[in-house]
């Protein structure tokens, strides 16, 4: 009955991060954070990080929101932890893109793993606010803002 | 007066079919379904009459009102002229007492910011605000009729207090008495619930009020497309109105102020055809609906609002009710038997409307499969944080109807809600 559109935004896989999602901690020495909101839902996450040399060693996030939002800051703290600051802002950058293109640009499997279970948020206009909300409050907790 | 008279009959299917081939855009399709727009309380659709009258306007008539002596000038005047008295009249209202604004919020901010300059004017000293006067607004207000009296209370130094609202979302009428004071300047409510749905019992806040000698204000964005309207038997002193929210377009909304009231208030908007006298040094200004109508107006908008108002005065605004109702419980009925569904607000009269919240699934994701069946319907907090926070949620579903709104379409919908649960996984 649903649609294979329906079906590719929410691909098992990200039911399962929403359900039981990864990073949901409390950092004790975070090296920044951000608390970011979509006012047009309500939708809120804190997201921390620590930062150790020039990598993030730590991200930890808390919020609530639809299951794209809850699955994509799950995916990535997976995907972000342990990776060098530098690499981190280009993933931020590529995964923008590829939200923005409304279904043109494929996130790159090699670099996002699971993460690809994301590809089908940029079709759908009205939902890329809530994939980038906690890489959003990822950028600004690099930024130190 | 306000309520649905019990004598009129719903719509019959047949009526419905006629109305919706009068709709052009209820026969598109949505993600391969025929759309079922349920999301009538955030927009309406409009009608070929209006879209017609709009363009028949532009086409033949357009040109300034209230200035210039040629023929087009004066065909367009008039019928600008006659757009109001259509309007006033479908709400209760006379002409003079009408001013167009773009929308409800534009009216409301118009009349806090009138308020707001008659209190920092000698001139107007009955309408001063100042501290230790209190402006009153209730729980369940749209950001819309909350925002301005809190900005007003800023400004003037008032305080801002409210009417709660119950766990069912009904107003505390029983702190009436205690909330509006005295010190009460402005009491600001809404008619119906945008969120709920509900139909508030304005005659007693109005009686309340006025005992204590402050002004009402009525939100009647969701009553003026869907209840008879009647706003001299109300009694209220000011009230606003969104046409895009009953068949007209965007970009034209009315405001209501009881006559010797508008003419006691300042201007918000000043400049050109709002005057009388002006000098180098000071202006005088005409009285109400001019006064407050500074600029071109939206001509074209005016007189399409009144060819909605006189589309849905054809159907009768009481079978509008009727059907209203019907919708109502046609999705309350359904809604009550899925599974982990919790509908806002209390049963009773409604317009055909209803928020619910679906156990363990985000509204965006419950919005998000609807749509994938051709299903419109609102998601989020509908402008209105503070009740969502009170009824302990921050987002929620809600389906609205109108006059096109078939049971076909409801029962489409409320299978695609009783799917959604097992879609996502979500068993309790």
Redesign the interface.
């Known amino acids: 009955m649903s649609s294979d559109e329906l079906n590719g935004l929410y691909q098992q896989l990200i039911l399962d991060h929403a359900k039981s999602p990864h990073g949901r901690v409390t950092l004790e020495h975070p090296t920044g954070s951000s608390h970011q909101l979509n006012p047009t839902c309500g939708d809120e996450i804190t997201l921390s990080i620590q930062v150790d040399a020039d990598t993030v060693a730590h991200v930890g996030w808390e919020g609530h929101g639809c299951t794209i939002s809850q699955s994509s800051a799950s995916l990535l703290s997976t995907l972000i932890e342990g990776r060098e600051v530098d690499d981190t802002r280009l993933l931020l950058e590529e995964f923008r893109t590829a939200m923005r293109s409304r279904g043109a640009i494929e996130l790159d499997e090699e670099r996002f793993e699971d993460a690809i279970a994301l590809n089908g948020v940029s079709r759908y206009v009205a939902r890329v606010k809530c994939a980038m909300l906690a890489w959003v409050a990822l950028e600004h907790a690099l930024d130190g803002k | 007066m306000t309520s649905t008279t019990p004598t009129a009959h719903t719509l019959t299917p047949a009526e419905i079919e006629t109305i919706r081939g009068d709709f052009p855009i209820l026969g598109v399709e949505v993600?391969?379904h025929p759309l079922v727009y349920l999301d009538s309380g955030a927009t309406s659709q409009k009608p070929v009459a209006v879209l017609d009258a709009e363009r028949n306007f532009t086409v033949r008539r357009n040109s300034a009102v209230h200035r210039g002596a040629h023929t087009l000038a004066a065909e367009a005047t008039e019928e600008f002229e006659d757009a109001r008295e259509t309007v006033a009249r479908f709400v209760g209202a006379d002409a003079d007492e009408i001013v167009w604004t773009s929308n409800a919020t534009e009216g409301l901010n118009l009349l806090a910011y009138a308020l707001s300059n008659a209190s920092f004017s000698p001139d107007f000293a009955s309408l001063k605000l100042s501290v230790g006067d209190e402006i009153v607004v209730t729980e369940q207000e749209h950001h819309a009729n909350l925002i301005p009296w809190q900005q007003l209370a800023l400004r003037t130094g008032a305080t801002l207090r409210f009417i709660p609202v119950d766990d069912d979302g009904r107003l505390r009428l029983d702190l009436l008495d205690e909330i509006v004071t005295e010190r009460a300047r402005v009491v600001a409510v809404t008619h119906v619930s945008n969120v709920l749905g509900t139909i508030n019992p304005v005659a007693d806040i109005v009686a309340r009020a006025h005992q204590v000698g402050a002004i009402v204000v009525l939100d009647a964005c969701q009553s003026a497309p869907h209840l008879p309207l009647d706003l001299h038997a109300l009694d209220v002193d000011f009230a606003v109105f969104s046409g895009h929210k009953m068949l007209a377009p965007t970009g034209i909304g009315g405001f209501y102020g009881r006559r010797a009231l508008l003419n006691a208030l300042p201007p918000f908007l000043t400049g050109g055809s709002m005057i009388t006298t002006v000098t180098m040094e000071a202006a005088q200004f005409l009285p109400a609906p001019q006064r407050f109508e500074a600029g071109t107006q939206r001509v074209a908008q005016s007189i399409a609002l009144a060819a909605a108002a006189d589309y849905l005065s054809a159907i009768g605004m009481d079978r509008v009710a009727a059907h209203g109702s019907h919708v109502s419980r046609r999705l309350l009925d359904g809604l009550a038997t899925i599974d982990g569904i919790r509908v806002l607000g209390a049963q009773g009269e409604r317009v055909g409307l209803a928020s619910f919240d679906v156990a363990g699934?985000?509204?965006?994701?419950v919005g998000?499969?609807l749509d994938?069946?051709g299903i419109a319907v609102r998601?989020?907090?509908h402008c209105a944080?503070p009740l969502?926070r009170r009824l302990g949620l921050?987002?929620t579903t809600r389906a609205s109807g109108s006059i096109y709104t078939t049971d076909d379409e409801i029962d489409l919908f409320l299978q695609a809600v009783s799917?959604v649960r097992g879609?996502?996984?979500v068993t309790s």
Do not use: E, K, L, S
């Open positions: 993600n391969g699934i985000h509204a965006h994701d998000q499969f994938d069946r998601v989020g907090h944080q969502h921050t987002a799917d879609f996502f996984g």
